[in-house]
């Protein structure tokens, strides 16, 4: 995985992080400002949740999506959710004894 994909996503989580409203757009006239942000902070909350190291299950599921992206089946995206027993053992925290 190159180190400017991680250094960009990096500083996408802190922006998501620590800046409240750092991207907005409008989705429509009707609707409300959309936080570009959302779908990122979302992952790193939900990472979290399940007790994930966030840097180790992002490149994860980036280096799995790149090797799959020319499979033209979705099977493999079950692996990739926080709570799979794959993403535990590849990103979670070790185990205290």
């Known amino acids: ?11 996408l989580i802190l ?7 750092p991207l907005f ?4 006239k009707e609707s ?5 942000g959302e779908p990122i902070y979302s992952l790193v909350e939900t990472a ?3 007790h994930l190291r966030v ?7 980036l280096t799995e999506l790149a090797n799959h992206q ?3 089946g979705r099977e493999f995206l079950s692996d990739l959710m926080p709570w799979s027993e794959k993403a535990q053992e ?4 070790p185990k205290k004894s």
Do not use: Q, R
Request: charged fraction near 15%; charge should be negative.
């Open 90 to 93: 590849k990103c979670g925290h």
């Open 32 to 36: 409300a400002p959309t936080f570009l």
């Open 55 to 61: 840097y180790d299950y992002f490149e994860y599921i």
């Open 15 to 21: 922006t998501c992080k620590f800046t409240p409203i």
């Open 1 to 11: 995985m190159s180190p400017v994909l991680f250094s960009v996503l990096f500083s």
């Open 25 to 28: 757009m409008p989705a429509h």
């Open 70 to 72: 020319d499979d033209t």
């Open 48 to 50: 979290k949740a399940n």
